[in-house]
Structures are given as C-alpha cells and as structure tokens.
C-alpha cells in the first residue's frame, strides 16, 4: 500500500517568511510523528500526536513552530517567521496503534532551505 | 535525558569483509531500533528488538540486544557494495513515544 507521503519534497524560503509542510500518514496508522535532520544536529523529534489526545511538544525548538493534525490524518508543520538554522529535512513518520512493536515508518522528507 | 551514541560515526571497508557498529544508550528502553538511509532517502526500517538477548538476521545484517550492558550491535556479515549507506539506532524512552536517535554510521564498501 501507499507510504507516508510529505510536500512539498523541497522548499526555499526568505528568512522571516511563514512556511507549511504537509505530511500524509499512513492510512490507519493513528499515531504521527515529526522529525528534523540536520547537519550539526542529527536526527531530532519535534512533535508526536497519536489518536485523540493532546501531542506530545516537548521537541518544538521554539514557539515559532507549531503542528496540528486534523480528522486524526494529516498533519501540517508551521515555522513561521523562518530562521537560517531552520534549513534542514523534516521528516513525518507514523505507526500503526499503540502496541509496544510498532515500527515507526519515514516518509521522503522535506528539505527546507531558508536563504 | 535518554542519549544515544553510535561508533563508529564512518566506517570504510572492503567488500567481503565482516564488521560491527555498537549502540549505545543511556537510561532504561524498552525498544532498538535500527534504519537505513540512502543518500538523499528517507529512513528504511530494518529491526526492532524488543526484549534482552533479541537477535534478528536479514541477509547479511543481524542485530542484537543487551539491555544490561544498554548495547546494540548492527553485525554486517561478508559486505556487499549495495550495503552501503547510513545507519542509524534509535531508543525508545520509557514513559513516551518519541524515539532518540544515534549520530549515525556512514557505511563506505569498497570494492
């Protein structure tokens, strides 16, 4: 079946605009994740939500960045007013349910670059 | 904090040749995870180890777990060139959802 699918698959902004990245989950996996990859500072969780419940935020580098995920599937990322050291990729991955063996599946990722 | 280290971070070896990444983590975790990633590709599962003394093959690779020692290793067994990428473990903390991940080994095989 599909995979998690993100867009756009890159994205080149001015510093101090607003960007929203898209991420597409698995259908019928309830829980959703994001991630950022960056050179100095590897892989990072940002944010998770799963079903209902209040998402998780303790990943968030500041209050420029925020997530919502609506009708439980797809999720939006905002980072607004955009800062050099947000360049990076942000990667979505969501898993199936709460059971202790799900695997966590990446999708392809956005690659941001603010100039 | 749960912090996750790998070593190697690069590794360059010739084909048909046998070697091991390590995985080290700091607090209690009730999951390891291993991805691979191509150049310019997202992360591609390749195990989940779930309680002490887990193995997993798949062809060349195994993985396996020690939580007492909180290691993990990534064997790769008589390296083949399309092996070549970056691999990354990640620990699951106890009490929430977000995977910490390790700084990742570049996989070079030479032919």
């Known amino acids: 079946g599909a995979g998690v699918s993100q867009s756009p698959s890159n994205k080149v902004t001015e510093k101090g605009k607003d960007v929203e990245l898209r991420c597409d989950p698995i259908s019928g996996h309830t829980a959703l994740y994001w991630y950022r990859q960056s050179l100095g500072q590897g892989l990072e969780f940002l944010i998770y939500?799963?079903?209902?419940?209040?998402?998780?935020k303790s990943g968030l580098p500041s209050d420029r960045f925020s997530a919502e995920r609506t009708g439980g599937s797809v999720s939006t990322l905002t980072i607004q007013r955009t800062q050099q050291e947000d360049s990076a990729v942000y990667l979505c991955?969501?898993?199936?349910?709460?059971?202790?063996?799900?695997?966590?599946?990446f999708g392809p990722g956005t690659r941001l670059t603010v100039l | 904090e749960l912090k996750v280290e790998q070593n190697p971070l690069f590794l360059s070896m010739q084909e048909g040749k046998n070697y091991t990444i390590y995985c080290n983590y700091s607090?209690?975790?009730?999951?390891l995870y291993w991805y691979r990633q191509d150049p310019g590709k997202s992360l591609e599962s390749l195990f989940v180890l779930l309680s002490n003394g887990a193995v997993k093959q798949e062809g060349r690779l195994m993985a396996s777990l020690d939580t007492k020692a909180r290691l993990s290793t990534l064997h790769i067994t008589a390296a083949v060139h399309d092996l070549s990428a970056t691999y990354f473990c990640?620990?699951?903390?106890?009490?929430?959802?977000?995977?910490?991940f390790g700084t990742g080994t570049r996989l070079t095989i030479i032919p």
């Open positions: 990640a620990s699951h903390n106890f009490g929430n959802e977000k995977l910490t």
């Open positions: 991955a969501s898993r199936q349910g709460q059971g202790v063996w799900g695997t966590q599946y």
């Open positions: 607090t209690t975790s009730d999951r």
């Open positions: 939500f799963q079903g209902n419940s209040a998402p998780d």
